[in-house]
């Protein structure tokens, strides 16, 4: 195989690649704990937090920052399982890429 094959083989990948992200990036991922649920997109932004409210005591904001923290972070688990399951095969494993 000839230097410019290999050339254009890597830029095909990185295009799957930068593909793959986007499609990622543009997904809406729901995070959830018992009394709050978290949304974001694919690149981990903050799109909606939702509280319910019928739950929640007015002495209760302790524990309403960690109902807020624990969804915040089922969605990020969601996040980087989803690209992992999804860039995984172009980086063959290798952490943090992504």
Request: overall charge negative; aromatic content about 4%.
């Amino acid at each position: 195989m000839n230097i410019q094959a290999m050339m254009k083989q890597a830029q095909q990948l990185q295009n799957k690649v930068l593909n793959e992200k986007k499609v990622i990036d543009s997904k809406v991922f729901t995070g959830k704990s018992s009394l709050v649920s978290v949304t974001m997109t694919g690149d981990k932004k903050v799109t909606g937090v939702d509280i319910n409210m019928d739950s929640i005591e007015s002495d209760d904001k302790e524990m309403l920052e960690d109902m807020i923290m624990l969804a915040v972070n089922d969605a990020i688990t969601q996040i980087d399982k989803e690209t992992e399951e999804k860039m995984g095969k172009y980086t063959q494993g290798l952490p943090g890429l992504f």
